[in-house]
């Protein structure tokens, strides 16, 4: 009889769960500690089990488990372990040490054992973590991070574990860490050990070196060995059942395409003519397979495919239908509650198969509009496809395959591009021309007419590769159509046009190319319009891939495209468009000179161009300036470059300052100058005599205006000088000035609140500024501002809090980016790892020169402590905040807030706490957080008496001690009640959290007397004369007075002994 399923504890235990709670996670596959343990299978199920992997189908928990039972009955070995295997394993045992949220990546490419190596390990961990596969959809990452928490919290307190999950999808895993840190600070939940450890299994064509694990289709020598043993056994189990081991066989050959092709040679009879039903659906599923790794089709389809036209009759399986294709294709059930799906036995014997069908006549694109017809139904009451083949239709028509160069430089960040196409839409364009390319996406566009995907990417097509830009047009508005709500989609329709008037070389007229300009600034604009309004996360799903979380820049970026090419065109036929463009002299006035007086019909056009590109190069200074694609990835450097190029056609280049006439002139220059403000200096590549006479031309403007604007820029500018090494000089007024505009409101920018708080956050010799308010209304100004437009993007942080005073402590993160350059001077430093682990605080020059600030981590958020106030700030590695503990860091300034940065754990070892006891006699946390200054000192003499209740208060009351400790009479009622403390205790503590009437905390006593506090006697030197409510002093005594006094109890060393222990 099979055992109650079980779950690990991090004890080395086993918790019983029930076997209902299998059926409460449905997006998880949990793979428990006992699994199959006591189950009792058929022989022929365990043999058809193993048959069927070793053919080539998917791995099961089942296949685990008959290897590891053959193994200890002796009648076998264990699953073949590639090289990776033990690295792998080792890397998610270190990741155990580790707080929080963790993930170890395996790359590997498709058909070489990677999912199998994967499952192995969850496999042989599963009585040391909680191990699950996410198998569920991931459109609600919510619901994924409820259940990961439900299976951590499993069996209740104290039985909790780590939970390590196999995911395959990549593009979640920032917002599940996310959502999972988000619930379990709303649970108040304090965790001593990882929360969930993700195994990324990513299937990658492409793999470049990386500190993950990366399998390839190629052994070394010692797998050859281990294959090779593992075959021998097999054939002695199984005889010639092995040569249609194909999976096994493939992997043990070391994939070699001698094997595959005469495994394969059946295909080769394939003719295009005449072709029997068996032959056509083994070509749909050779064609899926080679392109879209994990494709199937279902078993009920096939065999109703095959039974068309009456051909076949009886319940017989597909693979003895199949004949003589049978030993190549593989029909697997997953789970026992889904259908049989039927697919090739390796995606390289797919391949083969399709490259020997196309030579024999049956070509991809043949197969591929063949397959849309098949499984298409037209009957007048259903008119659909199925939607499990629809997405594998659309990856295998639209899917642009992401192809990555490593650094030049060296570095882990890497260039990422993709394809212009899908590979199959490649492929057929390379075998077979592009009218077939062009066919095959024209079939699947009429076909599934609610579906813009293959109408956008007809569209591309036509106008990238065949150049009909009429054709294109008409693709990209079908496109629209469908989904006439999504920039993504709209998009197509300008870069359509952007094509089209790039092509345009000499013979195009002037009005020519200003009519396909003006096409094309109308569809980006449009787009834009469209950006502008989209939610983000609430976007529409189509059910196959969400359209991109990131703010949709490209109708700006487009527009900038298309003046560029513009500009280009029109001043190659006439010198006269530079002045008229750049609005130095007006349309009308130049018609003459440029020979065509309708052009006047896009006077407004023109009119407005260099307004829009000024606008619009604003955007994207900030955009890259405060955010960045992510913390590993940067934008592409085409982004930049277009938009400055652009700017510099449009705007022009600066005239000298001694030439500038009035206010007005200076204004415009400054707008040049510093579209995007002053905070650009620095990534803009600005020299330093250049953010000099910056910061002067603010200065000047500060004195004939009093506009707010220019005084934040002023001072901005003077500190972006300072960073250079200059201090220029200082002029009081404008501090003055904006001192006297705040408070701030929400509806002012960001950078105004940044500087807000930069000059408030206290130094050594300055108080706070009611900082949390100041914080609270960045955070919203940000919202208003650029929430909508950074999303998700990595905010960049801007400056750091330095040692220094004023002005001076206001460190740029190009400073330090600076001191870590100058130690590196041969190789350039790979700052996306250094800011993404945070290396770069661990320099000493660094920290030479930043501030480290005391703070606290309780649930799940930072605080900086400031004075007596905790001040809640974000924080840069969300890894940090597991567990509740003093801590200290450097804050840094992003364009949404403070964030703590290098976050390290204050121990008492490590000097004076904040209350100022030493090291060695550390205040509960829970009392220290509550306390004044006066009340501390009291606590650490009574620090023995209270020992042992604390730590049965920690006990029974954890998580409501976390913050702040204020209801005393209530709690110690309720400890008094549960007989945790007895009454002689209770009034101890009682008398220590209680002041009498009219006494007062910070009363000093004199110099030189001895006061009696709970019967011990206290002397008050002459250096440090004691602070004390004078209502907890008993006795006052005199010096030299010689009265006894009360007996004092200790425990034999002296100390005075606890009473409630």
């Known amino acids: ?274 072709r029997p039903l068996k032959a056509q659906l083994a070509a749909f599923l050779s064609l899926l397979n080679a392109y879209v790794p994990g494709s199937y089709l279902l078993e009920s389809q096939c065999l109703a495919f095959l039974r068309i036209g009456g051909s076949i009759n009886g319940d017989l399986a597909v693979e003895e239908l199949m004949q003589p294709f049978s030993h190549l294709i593989i029909s697997f059930q997953q789970d026992v509650t889904a259908e049989r799906k039927v697919r090739m036995a390796h995606p390289m014997i797919a391949k083969r198969c399709t490259e020997l069908m196309a030579a024999g006549g049956v070509t991809r694109s043949d197969t591929a509009r063949n397959l849309l017809n098949s499984f298409y139904s037209n009957d007048e009451d259903t008119d659909e496809f199925p939607q499990y083949l629809l997405s594998f239709v659309k990856d295998m028509l639209t899917r642009r395959e992401t192809k990555t160069e490593e650094n030049p430089v060296g570095g882990s960040d890497s260039k990422e591009d993709k394809e212009r196409f899908s590979r199959l839409v490649l492929d057929i ?99 834009e319009e469209l950006a502008e309004n989209e939610q983000g996360m609430d976007m529409k799903d189509y059910g196959f891939t969400k359209v991109s979380t990131v703010f949709n820049v490209s109708g700006q970026l487009g527009f900038l495209q298309v003046c560029n090419i513009l500009y280009d065109r029109l001043v190659r036929q006439n010198e006269t468009w530079k002045s008229v463009l750049t609005k130095r002299v007006s349309l009308k006035s130049a018609l003459e000179n440029l020979g065509d007086t309708k052009l006047y019909n896009f006077n407004d056009l023109i009119n407005s161009l260099r307004g829009e590109v000024q606008k619009k190069f604003d955007f994207f200074d900030k955009y890259l300036t405060y955010s960045k694609l992510s913390i590993e990835k940067n934008d592409p450097n085409y982004i930049s470059r277009d938009a400055s190029e652009c700017h510099r056609k449009y705007v022009g280049d600066l005239p000298p300052r001694d030439t500038l006439q009035n206010i007005d002139q200076l204004m415009e220059i400054l707008q040049q100058k510093q579209a995007a403000g002053v905070l650009a200096c620095f990534d803009r590549g600005n020299t330093k005599s250049e953010i000099q006479e910056i910061t002067s031309m603010w200065r000047k403007m500060c004195s004939s205006t009093n506009q707010g604007t220019a005084v934040v820029n002023y001072i901005l500018a003077h500190i972006m000088s300072v960073n250079t090494g200059v201090t220029p000089p200082c002029k009081r007024k404008p501090f003055t000035a904006f001192r006297q505009i705040m408070p701030l409101n929400i509806q002012d920018p960001p950078e105004e609140h940044m500087l807000a708080l930069l000059l408030c956050w206290p130094s050594a010799s300055e108080d706070e500024l009611e900082l949390d308010q100041l914080i609270q209304r960045m955070r919203l100004s940000y919202e208003i501002a650029y929430k909508k437009y950074f999303r998700s993007r990595y905010l960049r942080p801007l400056f750091f809090i330095g040692k220094e005073e004023g002005l001076n402590r206001i460190v740029h993160r190009k400073v330090l980016e600076r001191l870590l350059s100058e130690e590196s001077q041969d190789t350039a430093p790979d700052w996306t790892h250094n800011w993404r682990h945070e290396n770069i605080f661990e320099n000493p020059k660094v920290q030479e020169i930043l501030r480290k600030v005391e703070g606290e981590v309780q649930n799940c958020r930072v605080y900086a402590n400031v004075r007596d106030t905790k001040i809640e700030v974000e924080v840069h590695l969300e890894k940090m905040l597991w567990r509740p503990r003093r801590v200290s860091f450097y804050l840094g300034f992003t364009i949404r807030g403070p964030v703590a940065f290098g976050i390290q754990t204050e121990t008492p070892d490590q000097g004076m706490d904040s209350s100022g006891l030493s090291g060695g006699a550390v205040v509960p946390s829970f009392l220290h957080y509550s306390c004044s200054s006066g009340m501390k000192w009291l606590l650490f003499v009574s620090l023995p008496l209270l020992v042992s209740v604390y730590q049965h208060f920690v006990d029974v009351h954890r998580i409501a001690l976390i913050d702040r400790v204020k209801d005393t009479k209530h709690i110690l009622d309720k400890l008094l009640d549960m007989k945790i403390i007895s009454s002689e205790t209770n009034d101890d503590l009682r008398a220590i959290t209680k002041l009498g009437a009219g006494s007062r905390l910070g009363q000093e006593l004199p110099a030189g007397r001895t006061v009696v506090f709970r019967g011990r006697p206290i002397s008050v030197s002459e250096n440090q004369p004691q602070k004390l409510p004078a209502t907890w002093i008993r006795e006052v005594h005199e010096p030299g007075d010689q009265t006894e006094r009360p007996h004092v109890p200790t425990d034999g060393t002296g100390s005075v002994r606890s009473e409630a222990a």
């Open 1 to 274: 009889m099979a055992n109650v399923p079980v779950l690990s504890t991090a004890q080395g235990g086993q918790r019983d769960v029930g076997r209902e709670f299998r059926d409460s996670l449905p997006l998880l596959d949990v793979l428990h500690a006992d699994q199959f343990e006591g189950d009792n299978f058929n022989p022929e199920l365990i043999e058809k089990t193993e048959e069927d992997f070793y053919r080539g189908a998917p791995p099961s928990w089942l296949n685990f488990h008959i290897s590891e039972q053959a193994t200890l009955d002796g009648t076998g070995t264990l699953f073949v372990k590639r090289d990776g295997y033990e690295t792998l394993k080792k890397q998610i045992q270190e990741k155990r040490k580790l707080p929080g949220i963790s993930t170890v990546k395996l790359f590997h490419q498709s058909g070489c054992g990677g999912t199998t190596m994967a499952m192995q390990v969850l496999w042989d961990l599963r009585k040391t973590f909680r191990c699950a596969a996410l198998t569920g959809s991931t459109s609600d990452i919510t619901e994924v991070a409820k259940e990961v928490i439900e299976l951590f919290t499993a069996g209740n307190r104290g039985h909790q574990n780590t939970v390590l999950l196999l995911l395959n999808d990549e593009q979640i895993l920032d917002n599940l860490q996310s959502s999972i840190i988000r619930m379990i600070a709303e649970k108040n939940m304090v965790t001593k050990r990882p929360v969930v450890i993700f195994l990324n299994c990513v299937r990658k064509e492409s793999v470049l070196k990386s500190n993950y694990v990366v399998l390839q289709r190629e052994l070394s020598d010692a797998e050859k060995q281990r294959f090779s043993e593992k075959k021998n056994e097999l054939v002695k189990k199984y005889g010639n059942k092995t040569k249609q081991f194909h999976g096994f066989k493939i992997i043990q050959t070391n994939f070699s395409l001698t094997y595959i092709k005469e495994a394969c040679t059946v295909f080769k009879s394939v003719q295009k003519a005449k």
């Open 429 to 527: 364009q390379k075998e077979e021309g592009r009218t077939q390319s062009a066919s095959v996406l024209e079939v699947a566009t009429k076909k599934f007419h609610g579906n813009p995907f293959f109408p956008q990417a007809l569209a591309r097509f036509c106008c990238i590769e065949i150049k009909d830009y009429k054709q294109a047009e008409i693709w990209a508005e079908t496109a629209k159509q469908r989904d006439p709500q999504n920039s993504f989609i709209a998009d197509t329709l300008g870069q359509v046009h952007k094509n089209h008037l790039k092509s345009k070389g000499g013979p195009a007229s002037q009005r020519e190319i200003l009519e396909l300009a003006k096409r094309a600034i109308e569809a980006f604009k449009h787009e």
